[in-house]
């Protein structure tokens, strides 16, 4: 596994099956790496971080969180979705858009027990 930054080459907003994603240049072929829900709606980055492994590109999702979320600070989520079976909670985080990152963020067990609104703290 290695991260590394690529050029942007253009969009692809995907049909049928294909997820929208950005078009980029890697080992001399044009490769797809998919987009995230709020990046969408967005103008495509120049560059960005991929972690490379198999010759598989998807996007370093730390270079995402660090982009969004600074270590110490709290903030507030939306429950998406309750996964009681696999106890967990998926959070939206709505200054995205709407959008979210797709990660499953953390275990709320605390939240049932204490019923106030879930905060993450980074």
Known sequence: MKIKELNVIRTDK????LKPAYIVEYDGKEQRVSMFNFQKNRPAP???RCVI??????????????EFYEIGRSYLFKIKERRSTLK???LEDERLGGGHLGIKLAIFRFIEQSGSWPKYRM
């Open 14 to 17: 995907g049909l049928g099956n």
């Open 88 to 90: 967990y909670y998926e």
């Open 46 to 48: 120049k560059k960005i």
């Open 53 to 66: 492994e198999n010759n598989y590109l998807y996007q370093d999702y730390k270079t995402l969180l660090d």
